[in-house]
C-alpha cells in the first residue's frame, strides 16, 4: 500500500467520522463510496469500514451512556447480529464485481430515499417493526457496512428525546460492528492490510470526531443531509458505470 492510498484513507476516515457524529449515523456510507476501489478486494473494504466505525461509535456511545434505554435496543440488536451473519458469508462466496454492482444500486436506492421519502415515512416503535428494521440493517451492514438507515428511522421513531437517539445509534453500531468484525475474522477477511490501514484510519476518525463535536450546533443539518444524498447518488451511479 503505497503512501496516498493511507493518506486518502484518513481523510475518507476523517469525512465518516464528521458525518457519523454530526447525525448520528452514516459512516460506512460515506467511506463505503471510495473504499472499495483503493482497498485490495471488496471484502477487505468492508472490514476496515467495519473496524474504523467501530472505534466512531464506541467514543460517542461512551459519552452518551447515561441515555441508553435497552428495551428499545435488544430486539433490533439481536435480529441484527444474526442477520448479518449470513450476510458476511455471503460476501465471503461473492465475486467483487457482483458486491459492487450491488453496492451502486444500494448506494442510489439510499440517497433517492433519504432525499425525497424520509421525512414523510414514519413507523411505529413495535417489536414487529424492531425485527423488521433489524432483517434489513444485517442484511445491508453485512453486505455493505452500512446498517444505519433501517435502524436510523426505528431510533428516531422510538426516541424521546435527541440525547437518547444518539446512545440508541451508537449503541447499535458498536456492538453490531464488533459482532460483524468477529465474524469477519473468522471468514479471513482482517487482513495485514485491513490492520495496516486501520492504523492510518484511526487518525482521521478522532480528529474527523473532534472536528464533528465542534461544529454540531454550527451546521444546519439539513444542508449537510442534502449534500451527502448527492454524493452518495452521484457515488453510486459512477460505482455501476465503471
Partial sequence: ??????????????????????????????????????????AEAVTLSGLMALVTSGLIAYKMRHYIVWRKLLPILITFIIISWFAVQFVAKSEDALLKN?????????????????EKIRIKPSVPMQVSMGTLSGIMGGL??????????????????????????????????????????????????????????????????????????????????KIIYAFLGESGLLALIL
Avoid at 449503541?171 to 479471513?188: A, K, P, Q, T, V
Avoid at 474527523?208 to 450546533?217: C, E, Q, R, S
Wanted: hydrophobic residues 55%.
Fill in 1 to 42: 500500500m503505497d503512501f496516498n492510498t493511507t493518506i486518502l484513507i484518513s481523510l475518507l476516515a476523517m469525512g465518516a467520522a464528521f458525518v457519523q457524529r454530526v447525525s448520528g449515523f452514516g459512516f460506512g456510507i460515506f467511506i463505503m463510496t471510495v473504499l472499495p476501489y483503493i482497498m485490495p478486494s471488496y
Fill in 144 to 225: 455493505f457496512g452500512m446498517q444505519g438507515p433501517p435502524a436510523v428511522l426505528y431510533f428516531i421513531a422510538s426516541a424521546d428525546k435527541k440525547e437518547e437517539y444518539m446512545a440508541l445509534c451508537q449503541f447499535y453500531f458498536l456492538i453490531g460492528n464488533i459482532m460483524m468484525s468477529i465474524y469477519r475474522f473468522f471468514n479471513g477477511f482482517i487482513t495485514e492490510t485491513v490492520c495496516l490501514s486501520w492504523c492510518w484510519g484511526m487518525c482521521g476518525v478522532f480528529f474527523g470526531t473532534w472536528i464533528g463535536t465542534k461544529v454540531f450546533n454550527m451546521i444546519p443539518i439539513h444542508i449537510l443531509r
Fill in 102 to 118: 450491488i453496492l451502486g444500486v444500494v448506494l442510489i436506492l439510499v440517497s433517492i430515499y433519504f432525499f425525497f421519502f424520509s
